[in-house]
């Protein structure tokens, strides 16, 4: 059984992750600390008292879960309702003021080191390879994510995503083909 102190680690551990995770499908970050903060709570009270080593199968399931109610929840709202700001403003949610990718990738030990050049060029190679991850169908985002962001194996990926391993690695295999044709298409090789 997981130790209070375990369940703490792991979520302090998961948090930003799940985090861009939830921002990549939901396109909107104050749902997606929605999503992640249901998601935490959901594990903390009905799964607990798991093993530490299950968590986080069960949290990913939880957060998949979760974004999957945030959807249907939407869609019947927008069904319903049509609010005058949608109508007005329309999607542009794309200019935030924080980038959460860039700051959970830097390095803060070495980034005082490097030269504006060099962070430059880092942030907008960050930036094209996250609006291409934003761009890949919902399915192939979360099998990239699942297995790539949060480095879980098929298996674990497949569970999480209420699957097939079979569908995973298709999954897989279509996103990085995307993504490697629309980057190498920017003049990025990876």
């Known amino acids: 059984m997981a130790t209070e102190q375990e369940l703490s680690d792991f979520l302090k551990g998961v948090e930003k992750r799940a985090f861009k995770r ?40 939880i957060l998949s879960n979760c974004t999957l109610d945030w959807f249907r929840r939407q869609k019947t709202r927008n069904a319903v309702f049509t609010t005058m700001s949608d109508i007005a403003h329309g999607d542009d949610n794309e200019d935030g003021d924080f980038d959460w990718m860039q700051t959970y990738a830097a390095d803060d030990t070495h980034e005082t080191a490097q030269s504006a050049e060099t962070l430059t060029q880092r942030s907008q190679l960050l930036q094209s390879i996250e609006k291409e991850i934003q761009s890949l169908p919902a399915r192939q985002r979360e099998a990239f994510l699942l297995r790539y962001w949060e480095d879980m194996d098929v298996a674990e990926t497949a569970a999480a995503m209420g699957c097939s391993e079979g569908s995973v690695k298709t999954h897989c295999f279509r996103a990085i083909q995307s993504l490697s044709k629309a980057l190498k298409a920017k003049g990025i090789e990876l």
């Open 22 to 61: 939830s921002v990549y499908h939901v396109r909107d970050e104050e749902a997606a600390l929605d999503i992640v903060q249901d998601s935490m709570l959901k594990l903390a009270q009905h799964y607990g008292d798991k093993p530490a080593a299950e968590l986080p199968m069960l949290f990913h399931r």
